[in-house]
């Protein structure tokens, strides 16, 4: 069973930074894809940042050049730098990752920007 546990999310000012972690239980060897999303309350889950094994990391037009996604294969874990942070980036954030063809979620962490 794939587990992906998040962290690092919290409450902070606009203009402020955080790095949100996700940790797989797997060696990310495995992993063909992984990424984070997030959804506010009524609205669609959003991708915000993908990195796919042995390409470029896509990153949404509106966090390109604040966002960093990048991994750690010793410690499995993917980790999404966020600086200059916005209030409408306020949302729970969801890690991802394609294992073998299966898809996987983490519960999913708040991130509160205060204006």
């Known amino acids: 069973q794939v587990q992906l546990v998040e962290s690092g999310g919290g409450l902070v000012q606009a203009g402020g930074s955080l790095r949100l972690s996700c940790t797989i239980s797997?060696?990310?060897?495995?992993?063909?894809?992984m990424a984070w999303y997030r959804q506010g309350l009524g609205t669609q889950r959003e991708l915000v940042a993908l990195?796919?094994?042995?390409?470029?990391?896509y990153y949404s037009d509106s966090v390109k050049g604040r966002f960093t996604i990048y991994g750690d294969n010793v410690e499995n874990t993917v980790y999404l730098q966020m600086t200059n942070l916005k209030p409408e980036d306020t949302d729970v954030y969801y890690c991802?990752?394609?294992?073998?063809?299966?898809?996987?979620w983490g519960q999913g962490i708040q991130v509160t920007v205060s204006s």
């Open positions: 990195m796919v094994s042995g390409g470029e990391p």
């Open positions: 797997v060696s990310i060897a495995s992993v063909s894809a």
């Open positions: 991802n990752a394609e294992v073998r063809h299966l898809m996987y």
